[in-house]
């Protein structure tokens, strides 16, 4: 199954310029969203992974079905001021200003071998501001998966140390 | 399993006077991560689903995981502004002020029969909103599903015409 030609392009979103990748046209679709979870899963394999992270929120579509298929956790990471209990918190560059991810402080532990998920890899900012993250727990990041990754952004290079991998390619 | 002694009881959050109900911890838990998705999926059970529907942000952590267990595609209802193609909104009262959810309008189409799931039944006001977008397509309400339910706010009553079921009620 083709899954790119599933995600539907939509122009000039969220401002003019901008070819959105828009995968609600892939969730829709029951064998691509499976295939998609199952791929991801199988992107783990070998891994001894003991918890899935995943990014708020289209990452949380993808996060916990790939740790209910791994028999592990699911930890969220999220946009400030979600969090109930006490977070620990990232702050990355933005083209204009910066932004901010969260995560619960006992989410994870030294023990802990990350899968980390999101859906779509940009810039990279979002991504190494989670990896950040994990590792401030002590906790170590094993992989990390996109759904879909802009490769003309070269986000990649922001995880140039890390083992990154991506379904589809544009 | 007792799912509801592993979600975590935060008092003043997110204003004093508020206990929230924090299902992180359940889903840190590999086997309650498992269990609430095999429990939700199960009440879904002989009512022919052809596409679960979920509320964001939290409702995307279940509703994904569910729809593969189901082998159906998966909706995201989402806040204002987020989805990237022709959508339908529905309004709803806060206790000060409104919010607005949000669906692509070519989601679902008359022939869908629909699990809508999020993971908490408070006042209900969101879910009622998100059953109006579901029936504005044309599509049906097959059965709501909640992983944790507060009766004592009554949001049951607003939801009265459906069928109704949550894995944990205080």
Redesign the interface.
């Known amino acids: 199954m083709d899954l790119g030609s599933i995600v ?1 392009d ?1 122009p000039d ?2 401002k003019p310029g901008i070819l ?1 990748k ?1 995968i ?1 046209t892939l ?4 064998q691509a ?2 295939e998609t ?1 199952t791929l991801l899963t199988a992107s783990a394999e070998g891994l001894d992974i003991t ?1 899935v992270a995943g990014i ?3 990452g ?6 790939v ?2 298929e791994l ?6 990471i ?1 946009k400030p ?1 979600k ?3 006490k977070t620990i918190s990232e702050s990355y560059e933005l083209e204009y200003g910066t932004d901010t991810v969260e995560m ?1 402080a006992d ?1 994870l532990s030294k023990k802990d071998r990350v899968l980390l998920i999101d859906d779509l890899l940009a810039t990279g900012g979002t991504m190494k501001a989670a990896v950040k993250l994990v590792e401030k727990t002590g906790a170590e990041v094993s992989r990390i998966v996109f759904v879909i990754e802009l490769t003309f952004l070269n986000g990649r290079d922001k995880l140039a140390d890390y083992d990154v991998i991506s379904l589809i390619s544009y």
Request: hydrophobic share 50%; glycine share 8%.
């Open positions: 539907r939509i979103f969220p959105f828009d609600t969730l829709k679709n029951a969203l499976s979870i918890m708020e929120s289209r949380f579509i993808f996060g916990a079905a740790a209910k028999d592990v956790g699911f930890v969220p999220r001021g969090l109930p209990a619960h989410a």
